[in-house]
């Protein structure tokens, strides 16, 4: 059989992503694609590649936690993504095998899903160097350390002839460090072809993929190997170990990159910022910060160490002080939060506001100018501009059953250990004594008291 030539089909490639084995080795009630780098699953990150490396077509071959995995694909959201079922783990061929219904494109490209730092650049390298006239084309690199990789095995000529597994190799094969990616291109034939001819006569008992490298070798088609650089690129991630040590590297890179863009590091190994985020120039982020999900620092924003921001924007010149948390929520510009604030989900701070230490919001709107300075919890709450809230002001916003609603008018001054039984509004320019619980509305410019009157028993201690 003729098979069509590798560079006359590439334009249109179909990426077929291994994502249903079990992943054992991690030792997870999770599928392993699913566990993440710098807050991305294994399995985003090489539908990502894929996308940005020119891909259009992918196929997930889901499994193992097939539910989970599909809910992934469905919040990531790429588009041209589908997805073909294992019914049962044999190996990585058969895997590959369930796809092929779903292959609709010549030429596919078939990859795991677990090789976290595989990037746009490594695919157009191996895609560009598809040329000659080979049916078959696979990634290989020289690994410092190749155990649990196949290994690539040459003839004297320096031909490829086979991939062998780890636990199928001899003592000498097992010296080799030329190892298997695991990233094959080929023609939709010749895939068809040499998957049916696989069977499981191997250490494993399983239908390895691998196989169709000798495959190809043996019926006299030349395979190419291409080795690519830098072996952390392509390596895989089997265990936790892996995993720890391929986000290390992730971390340090996204860590340059914004020191690149102009952020100060305190300490760049202690920094930890998921994959996505954006921090403005000048901006100083301390040891120990972690900023998550889709995050967004404007120009000249500190951040202190040990505060956690996820989801959240914060304008420029905001300073958010050391062991704060933040999480979906906005902050405007030249505010200061913390040390020590809970900022909780929809919780929207204006310009020039503080939020001292031990203040907890929760979907809340502080306007420009608002005052929190200390103790306090403002939750469904509003508060108009230039507002000050004394300390320990609470907002009894919660009945056992319901949420109620606080409104605290513009310039009003909420003296400190007030309880603010909701619903109930605080009017423009009011003032509440200290200690007071507010059960009523308290009109524009009043003096709300709701506490009861001091009395002095002169003499009573007889000491
Ligand atoms: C595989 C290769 C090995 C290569 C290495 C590169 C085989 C037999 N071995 O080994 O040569 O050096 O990748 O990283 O292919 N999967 C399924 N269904 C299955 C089994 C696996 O979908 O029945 C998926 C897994 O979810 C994973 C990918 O295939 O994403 C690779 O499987 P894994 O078990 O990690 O293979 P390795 O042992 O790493
Ligand atoms: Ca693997």
């Known amino acids: 059989m003729a098979y069509q030539r590798l560079d006359h089909l590439i334009m249109k490639i179909q990426a077929i992503v291994l994502a249903a084995g079990m992943g054992t080795r991690m030792k997870s009630y999770l599928p392993k694609v699913l566990h993440r780098v710098c807050g991305q699953s294994l399995v985003e990150r090489t539908i990502r590649a894929l996308k940005e490396s020119g891909v259009a077509k992918t196929t997930v071959v889901v499994g193992s936690g097939r539910e989970q995995v599909e809910l992934e694909l469905s919040r990531i959201g790429i588009g041209g993504v589908d997805t073909a079922v294992q019914e049962s783990q044999n190996g990585t061929g058969d895997a590959a095998k369930s796809a092929l219904p779903n292959l609709t494109e010549e030429t596919a490209v078939i990859l795991p899903g677990d090789i976290p730092l ?26 410092e350390n190749p155990k649990g990789f196949g290994r690539v095995i040459r003839d004297n000529n320096g031909s490829v002839v086979a991939i ?29 072809e040499s998957l049916s001819s696989l069977n499981t006569d191997n250490a494993q008992g399983e239908y390895y993929l691998t196989d169709i490298v000798s495959y190809a070798c043996e019926k006299g088609l030349a395979v190419e190997a291409i080795c690519v650089e830098p072996a952390i690129a392509l390596q895989g991630a089997n265990s936790r170990k892996d995993l720890s040590a391929l986000e290390i590297v992730r971390r340090s890179q996204i860590a340059e990159m914004l020191m690149d863009n102009g952020v100060t590091l305190e300490d760049p190994s202690q920094t930890y910022v998921d994959e996505g985020v954006k921090v403005g120039k000048d901006s100083w982020l301390g040891a120990g910060t972690r900023l998550k999900g889709s995050t967004i620092l404007a120009d000249n924003v500190v951040v202190e160490g040990n505060s956690i921001i996820e989801n959240c924007t914060i304008g420029s010149g905001s300073h958010i002080k050391i ?12 505010t200061a939060i913390g040390p020590c604030a809970h900022l909780r989900p929809g919780s929207k701070i204006g310009n020039n506001c503080k939020v001292g230490n ?25 508060i108009f501009p230039e507002a000050n809230i004394g300390a320990g002001t609470i907002t009894c916003n919660y009945d056992g059953t319901n949420k109620h609603k606080t409104q605290i008018g513009k310039k009003a001054f909420i003296g400190s250990n007030t309880c603010l039984v909701a619903p109930v509004e605080v009017g423009d320019k009011a003032y509440i004594g200290a200690g007071s619980t507010i059960t009523k509305k308290v009109p ?19 000491d």
């Open 118 to 143: 595989l990037s746009a650049d490594v695919l157009k390298t191996a895609i560009a160097s598809i040329k000659t006239e080979v049916p078959l084309l696979f990634v290989s690199f020289k690994a």
């Open 323 to 334: 062991s704060s948390s933040l999480e979906d929520s906005e902050v405007g510009e030249n």
């Open 164 to 192: 062998c597994e780890e636990k199928d190799c001899n003592d000498e094969q097992r010296k080799i460090d030329e190892v298997n990616a695991g990233i094959y291109f080929c023609s939709k034939s010749f895939l068809e």
């Open 358 to 382: 031990f203040v907890e919001t929760k979907k809340s709107v502080l306007h420009d100018g608002v005052k929190a300075g200390h103790l306090s919890y403002l939750g469904d709450a509003e």
């Open 444 to 462: 524009d410019r009043a003096l709300g008291l709701g506490r009861s009157r001091q009395t002095n028993k002169e003499g009573w201690n007889k």
